[in-house]
């Protein structure tokens, strides 16, 4: 398994939008089940968004916090996965992290997942 390198974090205002990325190296992710979760300060790793393909079928989740706000997205051609977040909350500050894993278990668990990414940390200010 290959790493995974988060980019696009930063710090923005509430109400604005962010964009991360998630480039793979090493492996394809276009076979697996790729994420994004995030961990604030003195919380649990959460769950935020998940996609995966079995056939022609693509399946996209997203957390409750976040669904209508933010959108996960893969570009294959580039081995990406990206993360679009919109109408940000200060309660959105964290560092988010991908990972990527085979399409078993539970997409929302975070052992499911094999690879994982060094993270990248978004702040919402308000």
């Known amino acids: 398994q290959g790493p995974l390198e988060e980019s696009g974090g930063g710090t923005v205002q509430a109400g604005g939008s962010l964009r991360l990325s998630c480039a793979a190296s090493?492996?394809?992710?276009?076979?697996?089940?790729v994420a994004w979760f995030r961990q604030a300060p003195g919380k649990d790793r959460e769950f935020v968004a998940v996609?995966?393909?079995?056939?022609?079928?693509?399946?996209?989740y997203t957390g409750d916090s976040v669904k209508g706000r933010f959108t996960i997205s893969t570009d294959n051609a580039e081995n990406t996965v990206n993360l679009q977040m919109t109408r940000l909350k200060p309660e959105d500050t964290a560092v988010y992290y991908c990972a990527a894993g085979r399409a078993i278990g539970s997409y929302y668990d975070d052992s499911e997942y094999d690879s994982w990414g060094q993270g990248t940390q978004v702040t919402v200010s308000s």
């Open positions: 090493g492996r394809t992710i276009s076979g697996d089940r």
């Open positions: 996609h995966w393909r079995s056939g022609i079928v693509r399946y996209y």
